[in-house]
């Protein structure tokens, strides 16, 4: 769902994001959070310009994908711009549900690794599930809890980092000036971000025993305001690399 032009404008810039997975293991999302490290615009003369660097960890599923805010201090400046992308952490804090029961273990960690570089590659093949502390809830409801789970996704190399951009420059460059009104936002579901796998569900030990973990969702559309204007892509436009 877009979010309103006029509501949730202020002057310091807000970030939040919704996320969707595939439905396999699915176990129902409670949350799913990640450290939202820069969002970019990309100039006419091909360079990145950073806008802003919130560095704040979000709740994925339930706030508003936003960032917004008016130019007037010259933080973006003056001229013409062709593509737009946010950086995310590969580090999300995960806590699911099956059937209405949180199964998400308090200070649960670990790391899963793959094959897939992008979320148009998921599922990809699931190649390691490292637990440092165990993911499933064992006990009772004192054992419910948030899991640190590092999204190593992309032949687990040493990127540490996720990005959204669209997948071609715009054809028509986007005029941005002093005191405009900025905004990037995305629209995306998050029904199914966190899922539970079986001891050996991805491979001969992997995971060793019942776990909690998740993978990225595919971005539904990922749009620029500038001033009155929407700039937006769609579908297979977007793209979410690892």
């Not at 148009?120 to 165990?134: A, C, N, Q, R, V």
């Not at 993978?215 to 436009?237: I, K, N, Q, S, Y």
Request: charged share 25%; aromatic share 8%.
């Amino acid at each position: 769902m877009r979010p309103s032009r006029g509501g949730g404008i202020v002057s310091a810039s807000f970030l939040a994001i919704l996320c969707a997975a595939h439905p396999a293991f699915a176990a129902g999302s409670a949350k799913f959070a990640v450290t939202i490290e820069k969002v970019e615009l990309k100039n006419a003369q091909s360079e990145w310009i950073t806008i802003i660097r919130p560095d704040r960890l979000v709740d994925l599923i339930n706030e508003e994908p936003v960032v917004s805010f008016f130019n007037n201090d010259g933080r973006i400046p003056a001229g013409r711009y062709v593509n737009f992308r946010v950086t995310l952490s590969e580090t999300v804090r995960i806590a699911g549900r099956i059937k209405g029961a949180n199964c998400t273990r308090a200070d649960g960690a670990a790391v899963l690794g793959g094959t897939a570089a992008r979320v148009s590659d998921l599922p990809g093949e699931i190649t390691s599930f490292k637990e440092t502390s165990p993911t499933w809830r064992e006990g009772g409801p004192e054992d419910v809890g948030d899991v640190s789970l590092k999204l190593n996704l992309d032949h687990e190399d040493e990127d540490d980092v996720m990005t959204i951009s669209c997948r071609a420059d715009f054809e028509t460059p986007v005029e941005v000036k002093k005191g405009d009104f900025i905004k990037v936002w995305f629209d995306v579901t998050a029904a199914d971000a966190v899922r539970d796998a079986l001891p050996g569900a991805f491979g001969p030990g992997v995971p060793a025993r019942h776990a909690m973990y998740a993978l990225p969702p595919p971005v539904e559309e990922l749009v620029l305001t500038v001033g009155e204007t929407d700039h937006a892509v769609t579908g297979r436009d977007v793209v979410f690399d690892f």
